[in-house]
């Protein structure tokens, strides 16, 4: 599943290199782990507040060259694997 979304998420929107998606994907399970463990304490889901603070961390890295659309096509799949079950 991954693999297709890294896939597809680069041919939809061409400015978003393989490589954003990725360090979305291997960063995901890091922050899963800390959502997971902070909505059993808190039964509070912070999902949607770990997205916003990678959105400041890719707009950093991608720099000027449409950071906004890259910023929100990888952004947009965090809270999808974060997303309790």
Request: negative net charge; charged residues 15%.
């Amino acid at each position: 599943m991954a693999v297709y979304i890294s896939l597809l998420l680069c041919q939809v929107f061409p400015p978003v290199r393989w490589y954003f998606v990725l360090v979305v994907e291997l960063v995901a399970p890091a922050f899963a782990v800390c959502n997971a463990y902070g909505a059993g304490l808190t039964d509070w889901n912070v999902a949607s507040t770990y997205a916003k603070l990678c959105i400041f961390a890719f707009a950093a890295w991608a720099g000027n060259d449409v950071s906004v659309l890259k910023d929100l096509a990888c952004d947009h799949e965090l809270p999808q694997i974060l997303k309790p079950e």
